[in-house]
């Protein structure tokens, strides 16, 4: 169950109905599956909707002259932002305002966002490419394409069964059948949840570097012996 086509004969499979009947057009269906992918598409933040945008930095002036706009990332979704390989220090907005009006001569290289605009402090001392990484909006459905391919098909496919579930749903509540849509409703979410944590689990085994506190050893003073913490209280 890759493709558009497959969620579509799935659906109907599961709902015993055929789009020949006047209550499950094709129309109807695609609408309900397009509608499906996108509440599963951004119900987590999902690995394999993150990506990276690259453009050229330029220094200017004026009163929009920090203003980036990379278009189709989701709003507030950025986490590093670096220029000429550069990494720089995210504030939150206001701080970086702050710093825009008492500091506007200084090169500090801070960054940050608010909606789906990313200010870069405008006379910061690097050039080149800007590079940043953030979660991009999935792309909408050609539904007369039935070989199209959802955000989960070529990663996680167990999230297309979700898209299905959703889908039911919402004929469900056509049928003016609410119980049985929030059934399905409720199964597509805890499959979604399922797959989420799994990928939780792996993302716990990445490390911090020492730079920025990851593993290090600390000292007993009582006893004098050295403790290495690769796992630490509240480290994940």
Known sequence: ????????????????????????????????????????????????????????FATGTGSNADEYNFEGYKADSFR???????????????????????????????????GRIVFINPSIDLSGTLTAW??????????????????FSDQDEEGNDAVVEYAMGYAKLREKNPKEAQFHFSQGDKILDELWNRILDEQQKYQSHLSTGGRWERIDILE????????KRNQF
């Open 80 to 114: 590093l932002v670096q220029i000429g390989g550069k990494a720089l220090r995210k504030l939150n907005f206001e701080d970086y305002q702050t710093q825009q009006e008492k500091e506007s001569d200084s090169d500090e290289r801070v960054w940050s966002d608010f």
């Open 1 to 56: 169950m890759r493709t558009f086509g497959d969620l579509e004969t799935i659906t109907l499979t599961r709902l015993q109905a055929s789009t020949s009947v006047a209550f499950h057009t094709e129309t109807i269906l695609d609408n309900s599956l397009e509608i499906a992918h996108k509440r599963a598409a951004a119900r987590h933040k999902w690995p394999f909707t993150e990506g990276r945008v690259l453009t050229t």
């Open 224 to 231: 004098g012996q050295n403790f290495d913490d690769s796992i």
């Open 134 to 151: 953030g979660q991009y909006t999935p792309e909408i459905w050609d539904v007369t394409d039935k070989s199209a391919k959802t955000v």
